[in-house]
């Protein structure tokens, strides 16, 4: 795509929605005062849509697809982190279940996206 188009991909604008309601949620306590797990899972949530944008800005089809798996490896970071937060009680079951269903939905956009733009390559050739 190129030139910003990455803001039209829908796995973008779903994965840059969850990496904001990420930081909204662990603002409050007690996530806010445990810096390491609010650290970690808020630079996970960023680095799925950062990693799609940059992935979609690259010269070659070839290029994209390595962003885009590594969008796809911290969406399942995000979803460990946020399994343990749930599990020592930092998120309730709803915040927990709306993560675990939006990292799962960012994932399975990303696999066709993958699927896709490889299948573009191997045509080239």
Same mark, same amino acid.
């Given at each position: 795509? $190129?030139?910003?188009?990455?803001?039209?991909?829908?796995?973008?604008?779903?994965?840059?929605?969850?990496?904001?309601?990420?930081?909204?949620?662990?603002?409050?306590?007690?996530?806010?005062?445990?810096?390491? %797990?609010?650290?970690? /899972?808020?630079?996970?949530?960023?680095?799925?849509?950062?990693? +799609?944008?940059? $992935?979609? !800005?690259?010269?070659?089809?070839? !290029?994209?697809?390595?962003?885009?798996? +590594?969008?796809?490896?911290?969406?399942?970071? %995000?979803?460990?982190?946020?399994? +343990?937060?749930?599990? /020592?009680?930092? /998120?309730?079951?709803?915040?927990?279940?709306?993560? !675990?269903?939006?990292? %799962?939905?960012?994932?399975?956009? %990303?696999?066709?996206?993958?699927?896709?733009?490889?299948?573009?390559?191997?045509?080239?050739?």
């Amino acid at each position: 795509m $190129g030139k910003g188009g990455f803001k039209e991909l829908k796995v973008w604008q779903k994965s840059k929605e969850l990496a904001v309601s990420v930081y909204q949620v662990t603002c409050s306590e007690p996530f806010n005062k445990d810096y390491g %797990l609010r650290d970690q /899972i808020r630079r996970a949530a960023v680095s799925v849509p950062s990693n +799609i944008a940059e $992935g979609d !800005e690259r010269e070659t089809d070839k !290029e994209a697809v390595r962003y885009f798996y +590594i969008a796809k490896g911290s969406s399942a970071e %995000l979803l460990t982190q946020a399994i +343990i937060a749930f599990e /020592i009680g930092y /998120i309730d079951s709803t915040t927990f279940n709306d993560i !675990e269903m939006k990292c %799962l939905e960012t994932s399975r956009m %990303l696999s066709k996206l993958i699927a896709a733009r490889s299948n573009k390559n191997q045509q080239k050739v």
